[in-house]
């Protein structure tokens, strides 16, 4: 096995591991104390997770509702995407 997790992410998860041990306040859940203990420094490193990718949160959608001057957007937006979805279907299947 190899190491995953960064150096700085190995260093910030064994100072919370050794915060909680010796009683001082622990920010966040220190994980790994068992595999510290019962197998080592070097199969505690192996089984720290890798570091996760920062993932940019989406901004909300904005609605336009149909009283602001982009209702007229909206509208055409709808017929389009109802003419979308009704394009593959038949004249009796749309009838019913």
Do not use: F, K, N
């Amino acid at each position: 096995m190899s190491v995953t997790a960064s150096p700085a992410t190995l260093a910030r998860t064994y100072e919370a591991l050794r915060a909680g041990a010796t009683g001082m306040p622990v920010t966040g859940t220190p994980r790994g104390l068992a595999v510290l203990r019962s197998a080592g420094m070097a199969a505690w490193m192996t089984a720290c997770p890798p570091d996760r990718p920062r993932v940019a949160r989406e901004r909300p959608v904005r609605l336009v509702g149909a009283g602001s001057a982009g209702g007229e957007l909206g509208r055409e937006l709808v017929g389009i995407l109802a003419a979308m979805a009704l394009a593959g279907r038949t004249q009796s299947e749309v009838a019913r």
